[in-house]
């Protein structure tokens, strides 16, 4: 149509808020027309409960409505509860309403009789509107969110070269490595780097959704679906169309799980948990496991199909045993980090990064990482020295008192802030005994695996 802007109508649902029967079929034509789902009902309060079952991408919505709340109400609690565009329609419109209707957070404002052309116009800009808006808003998470790959040595700028290839296409990607080596760093450098890098990246936790809810969480539920399911709710398939899905600790997925999973990843579409209408999706799918998915085939709990879709090019992220000589560079980043978290930044010397480099690092760069906080809040002075580095590594101690006898560093700093690094040090030695696994760790600890998840997020081991 000439003078229509170009937009994609596939899955976008229009909302249409207005008590007249022949305004509701008349717009509803008009967008089915363009290929836009449109959805009619004849109260504010009907289209409210709609939009808490369903959500929808726009509304239109009617000034006056015969009914207990008006428009003007309506598009008050909807720009509040759903930050969705709306553009308002009246039969009695003035400047008055108009300029009322835009200060109130309405998008457009439309008069009757309608136009096909006015219409269609301020729905497509309505929603390219809204998509400039999540756009943004990703870009500042971007920007909050380091995605920096540090490192200069070979083993890592394999990996680097690897990404480069691989981002600008379609293909799927397994990130295969041991916890803490920077798995999920290596994912969002693919999203920067790839075509649909304004579009989310939506991250699944396999190993922290309980088995029983994973299903909700991936295609979503219907309202009473089960006990609990007061509203429906997305699930991360749809939040993630267009863009990119990244299935973190996939080797944690339960078989049966895996199976649906499987027929989804293939089909690109999938029904709701308790519902009947299919929903087709387009994802690209990043999935990452420090398991040997080889060996988990064999013993029976992976299924070697999926694990043939999800490694179209597999990315192998190096231990930091492998990479040592990029230790300088990472104590420099997690440093500059650091000093965002009003921690002081401290100097090392050479044989304080010799020291470290002596040293295995069973944790990666996550223990790393880790270990230059202990450091940086213990350690009083400017520089850290090698002999400093080596006490740490070599005890729970540090420093030393006059008599050059172990000091341990808590003493150091007041209670609060003593018993946070001990129940951070507590934690992370029993994640590292159970191989991270949270549910084991919980068990041993004694903690509910949900009340300990928060805590290690609280204490940022995990994020």
Request: charge should be negative.
């Amino acid at each position: 149509m000439p003078g229509i802007p170009a937009l994609s109508a596939m899955s976008k649902r229009i909302l249409i808020i207005d008590d007249e029967a022949s305004i509701q079929e008349s717009l509803s034509g008009i967008l089915e027309d363009e290929g836009f789902e449109a959805i009619a009902v004849s109260s504010a309060e009907k289209g409210l409960e709609y939009l808490e079952d369903d959500g929808a991408d726009l509304v239109l919505l009617d000034i006056w409505l015969g009914d207990n709340m008006d428009g003007m109400k309506a598009l008050e609690i909807i720009k509040d509860k759903f930050s969705l565009p709306v553009i308002m329609i009246s039969g009695h419109g003035n400047i008055e309403t108009a300029v009322q209707a835009t200060r109130s957070g309405a998008f457009d404002f439309i008069e009757k009789p309608l136009s096909y052309d006015k219409i269609i116009l301020a729905v497509s800009n309505g929603l390219r509107f809204s998509q400039l808006e999540r756009e943004n808003r990703l870009l500042r998470q971007s920007t909050v969110k380091s995605t920096k790959i540090t490192g200069s040595s070979p083993a890592i700028q394999a990996v680097m070269d690897q990404i480069e290839m691989v981002a600008p296409t379609d293909a799927w990607v397994l990130i295969r490595g041991d916890h803490g080596t920077g798995k999920e760093l290596v994912a969002q450098a693919i999203h920067n780097l790839s075509t649909s890098k304004f579009k989310p990246m939506i991250e699944v936790n396999c190993a922290a959704i309980p088995e029983e809810l994973i299903e909700s969480e991936l295609f979503g539920h219907e309202k009473g679906s089960f006990t609990g399911a007061h509203s429906s709710k997305q699930g991360k398939f749809d939040q993630a169309d267009g863009g990119i899905l990244f299935l973190d600790e996939i080797g944690d997925m339960s078989l049966k799980t895996q199976a649906k999973i499987l027929r989804i990843l293939q089909e690109q579409k999938f029904e709701r948990v308790g519902g009947h209408k299919t929903i087709q999706v387009n994802v690209r799918v990043l999935a990452a496991t420090n398991k040997n998915l080889e060996e988990e085939i064999e013993n029976g709990n992976f299924r070697a199909d999926l694990f043939w879709r999800l490694n179209v090019v597999p990315i192998t992220v190096p231990q930091l045993k492998e990479r040592l000589d990029d230790i300088p560079l990472l104590v420099e980043s997690i440093m500059e980090s650091m000093g965002g978290k009003g921690l002081k930044v401290k100097d090392f010397s050479q044989d304080a990064f010799t020291a470290m480099m002596e040293h295995s690092w069973p944790g990666n760069v996550r223990e790393l990482r880790n270990f230059i906080e202990r450091l940086a809040i213990m350690c009083p002075k400017q520089t850290i020295t090698g002999e400093q580095v080596r006490l740490f590594l070599n005890q729970s101690g540090g420093m030393t008192n006059n008599n050059g006898s172990p000091l341990n560093p808590m003493l150091n700093v007041d209670f609060k802030e003593a018993k946070r690094l001990f129940e951070k040090e507590y934690l992370q030695q029993n994640l590292l005994r159970n191989d991270n696994n949270i549910s084991k760790t919980a068990e041993q600890v004694g903690l509910e695996r949900s009340h300990l998840h928060k805590k290690l997020k609280s204490l940022n081991i995990i994020q």
